[in-house]
């Protein structure tokens, strides 16, 4: 453990020499260092200065049962000791694979059967990409390579993945995007209505988006649609209630594969194991990733329908398709003992009984503050978007500045938001009790303030 400020300068020092970090700016981070994180306690980091940090994220929305948690430390220790690693190649499999693949198979929606494993949520998506056009060509339709995605859709950052996604500054270092991929509308009412669009008018025309786009290419080259049941990374976008049923019809209509991609609403998030659940979609493939294992080991996976499952198992040949670490002993382990941890504290059923109402009713405090347009939550997925004028939505200059001052002061108040360009994103452990949101309301309301006195004369009166 660090203990002094010679062995914390010591690591950024080495980290600036060795360690290139995942979505970020380099130069502004070898000019300013990073910060370092040595432990976790429930609901809490620690740096490396001794500070303690209210993790407002879950890590990366990952770490649903918190930190500290030996049960899952001794999972690892004892499956290491049985069978630290064997692959799942050459017709051999292992108990912990099988069992956590049964266990995922209970709790998922209806007729998804079969798990294709993986370590991250960029690889799942990269092996729904590849199943989705087999399984066409397996069908004799190999003409419907299209997917469908969204704008500001975020897959992973792997080449397929990244290309499905429909983030822009992903594309910018893709070199080409990879072909045979369409982005539509995301469903976005704050930052894409029309002047008086209600909510559920403006989801039935973001929906059916889709089947313009499926007219458009041709109904017989499509071969799936892929959404985030609530997109994330790309700012806590909740649909309206009419989204998601108008999609499922037009994916029905068209005979359309669904992709949901639950890599961060997946086990428990939404107060159900999966916002497939919560919604009522028919995925016919369901990815996930972070919290299967709460992000103590690298797992992810597709959970996949037994249409397509059948379909593979009519012919004779090989998928090819795998990773060196699809399934691993380990991870599988410990993937086990979280959902069992999950269920034996009803964590699920607790975001739907209390976290969920807890952080809805502590985000409407803000609604009324000068730099905040909209607050929304569901589950206990959050966000506070940040403008300059509360009356027209008009954003600040330089979008994503204002919510770097503030995503700055978060971390100088000791608590962990992330910034989506203006928008604060929030997703805490499932195990927040009224201690943490008391806590979090009262850091947020300090940092409004601050960011607001950072830029009073930007803001309309």
Same mark, same amino acid.
């Given at each position: 453990m660090v203990t002094n400020q010679y062995q914390t300068?010591?690591?950024?020092?080495?980290?600036?020499?060795?360690?290139?970090?995942?979505? &970020?700016?380099?130069?502004?981070?070898? &000019?300013?260092?990073?910060?370092?994180?040595v432990r976790g306690e429930g609901p809490y980091i620690f740096d490396s200065e001794g500070h303690r940090i209210l993790d407002g994220m879950a890590g990366l929305w990952t770490t649903n049962v918190g930190y500290g948690r030996k049960a899952l430390a001794e999972a690892a220790y004892k499956q290491m000791l049985d069978l630290p690693y064997y692959n799942t190649f050459f017709r051999t499999t292992h108990p912990p694979v099988v069992a956590l693949a049964r266990k995922l198979a209970e709790i998922a929606p209806a007729n998804l059967n079969q798990v294709f494993f993986g370590s991250s949520g960029s690889e799942s998506n990269d092996t729904a990409i590849r199943l989705i056009r087999h399984y066409w060509v397996l069908k004799g339709e190999p003409q419907?390579?299209?997917?469908?995605?969204?704008?500001?859709?975020?897959?992973?950052? &792997?080449?397929?993945?990244?290309?499905?996604?429909?983030?822009?500054?992903?594309?910018?270092?893709?070199?080409?995007?990879?072909?045979?991929?369409?982005?539509?509308?995301?469903?976005?009412?704050?930052?894409?209505?029309?002047?008086?669009?209600?909510?559920?008018?403006?989801?039935?025309?973001?929906?059916?988006?889709?089947?313009?786009?499926?007219?458009?290419?041709?109904?017989?080259?499509?071969a799936a649609f892929a959404g985030e049941p609530v997109q994330g990374a790309g700012?806590?976008?909740?649909? +309206?209630? &009419?989204?998601?049923?108008?999609?499922?019809?037009?994916?029905?209509?068209?005979?359309?594969?669904?992709?949901?991609?639950?890599?961060i609403t997946g086990f428990g998030r939404l107060g159900t194991w999966f916002a497939s659940q919560h919604y009522g979609l028919k995925p016919h493939l369901m990815t996930f990733a972070k919290a299967v294992t709460s992000g103590y080991l690298p797992l992810s996976g597709v959970i996949v329908h037994?249409?397509?499952?059948?379909?593979?198992?009519?012919?004779?040949?090989?998928?090819?398709?795998?990773?060196?670490?699809?399934?691993? +002993?380990?991870?599988?382990?410990?993937?086990?003992?979280?959902?069992e941890i999950m269920e034996e504290e009803r964590l699920v059923p607790r975001v739907k009984e209390f976290g969920a109402p807890s952080l809805a009713k502590m985000l409407a405090k803000f609604k009324d503050h000068p730099l905040v347009g909209e607050v929304r939550s569901i589950g206990l997925l959050g966000a506070i978007e940040l403008v300059a004028d509360k009356r027209t939505r008009r954003r600040f200059d330089n979008l994503g500045r204002v919510g770097l001052i503030c995503r700055d002061h978060f971390f100088r108040e000791g608590f962990i938001m992330r910034a989506v360009f203006d928008t604060m994103v929030m997703a805490p452990p499932l195990i927040w009790t009224k201690d943490q949101f008391d806590e979090a309301e009262a850091v947020i309301r300090r940092v409004l303030d601050l960011t607001l006195s950072d830029v009073a004369g930007e803001v309309a009166a």
């Amino acid at each position: 453990m660090v203990t002094n400020q010679y062995q914390t300068a010591q690591i950024k020092e080495l980290d600036a020499l060795h360690h290139l970090h995942p979505f &970020t700016d380099h130069k502004s981070l070898r &000019t300013g260092g990073a910060r370092v994180i040595v432990r976790g306690e429930g609901p809490y980091i620690f740096d490396s200065e001794g500070h303690r940090i209210l993790d407002g994220m879950a890590g990366l929305w990952t770490t649903n049962v918190g930190y500290g948690r030996k049960a899952l430390a001794e999972a690892a220790y004892k499956q290491m000791l049985d069978l630290p690693y064997y692959n799942t190649f050459f017709r051999t499999t292992h108990p912990p694979v099988v069992a956590l693949a049964r266990k995922l198979a209970e709790i998922a929606p209806a007729n998804l059967n079969q798990v294709f494993f993986g370590s991250s949520g960029s690889e799942s998506n990269d092996t729904a990409i590849r199943l989705i056009r087999h399984y066409w060509v397996l069908k004799g339709e190999p003409q419907r390579r299209i997917i469908i995605s969204r704008k500001n859709a975020y897959h992973g950052s &792997t080449i397929a993945a990244g290309s499905m996604g429909g983030m822009a500054h992903v594309h910018a270092h893709s070199y080409p995007v990879y072909e045979g991929f369409r982005h539509i509308m995301d469903p976005y009412w704050y930052g894409e209505a029309k002047d008086g669009e209600t909510p559920e008018a403006f989801g039935l025309r973001a929906a059916r988006a889709l089947e313009e786009e499926i007219l458009a290419v041709g109904p017989e080259n499509v071969a799936a649609f892929a959404g985030e049941p609530v997109q994330g990374a790309g700012g806590v976008k909740i649909a +309206p209630e &009419t989204y998601w049923p108008e999609v499922q019809r037009i994916i029905d209509k068209y005979g359309i594969l669904l992709l949901a991609d639950e890599v961060i609403t997946g086990f428990g998030r939404l107060g159900t194991w999966f916002a497939s659940q919560h919604y009522g979609l028919k995925p016919h493939l369901m990815t996930f990733a972070k919290a299967v294992t709460s992000g103590y080991l690298p797992l992810s996976g597709v959970i996949v329908h037994d249409e397509i499952a059948d379909t593979l198992m009519a012919h004779d040949d090989d998928f090819h398709h795998g990773y060196t670490f699809s399934g691993h +002993p380990v991870a599988c382990a410990v993937a086990l003992k979280n959902l069992e941890i999950m269920e034996e504290e009803r964590l699920v059923p607790r975001v739907k009984e209390f976290g969920a109402p807890s952080l809805a009713k502590m985000l409407a405090k803000f609604k009324d503050h000068p730099l905040v347009g909209e607050v929304r939550s569901i589950g206990l997925l959050g966000a506070i978007e940040l403008v300059a004028d509360k009356r027209t939505r008009r954003r600040f200059d330089n979008l994503g500045r204002v919510g770097l001052i503030c995503r700055d002061h978060f971390f100088r108040e000791g608590f962990i938001m992330r910034a989506v360009f203006d928008t604060m994103v929030m997703a805490p452990p499932l195990i927040w009790t009224k201690d943490q949101f008391d806590e979090a309301e009262a850091v947020i309301r300090r940092v409004l303030d601050l960011t607001l006195s950072d830029v009073a004369g930007e803001v309309a009166a």
